[in-house]
């Protein structure tokens, strides 16, 4: 089993930056996808960026390209989330999410609150 823990939450201010991580430990060698989610109050939870364990390929959604960069250090097992030209609309919990393959599972972590605001 793995688990996700998340670091580097906090309070920013719009047009600042942040950096997230997220620290897997348990059994990693299935994992195939990692992913950065956000959730913000009354609202869904929704899919911010991927990479990919071994090729690192990566995705990021519409609201966060070209402002987000997400990427990964296999051999600490973190994947991470450089957030730059923050907005308020950035504010959210953002979780990590692993996806394993073989059989397929999903594992998240417990979330870190982000917060643009003056």
């Known amino acids: 089993q793995l688990r996700l823990v998340e670091l580097g939450g906090g309070l920013v201010q719009p047009g600042g930056s942040l950096r997230l991580s997220c620290a897997a430990s348990?059994?990693?060698?299935?994992?195939?996808?990692m992913s950065w989610y956000r959730q913000a109050p009354g609202k869904e939870r929704d899919l911010v960026a991927t990479?990919?364990?071994?090729?690192?390929?990566?995705n990021y959604a519409d609201s966060v390209w070209g402002r987000f960069t997400i990427s990964r250090d296999n051999a600490e097992n973190t994947v991470y989330l450089q957030m730059r030209s923050l907005k308020p609309e950035d504010t959210a919990v953002y979780y990590c999410?692993?996806?394993?393959?073989?059989?397929?599972?999903?594992?998240w972590g417990q979330g870190t609150q982000v917060t643009v605001s003056s």
């Open positions: 990479i990919t364990r071994i090729t690192g390929t990566t």
């Open positions: 348990g059994f990693t060698s299935n994992v195939h996808v």
């Open positions: 999410h692993a996806h394993e393959l073989n059989p397929p599972a999903d594992y």
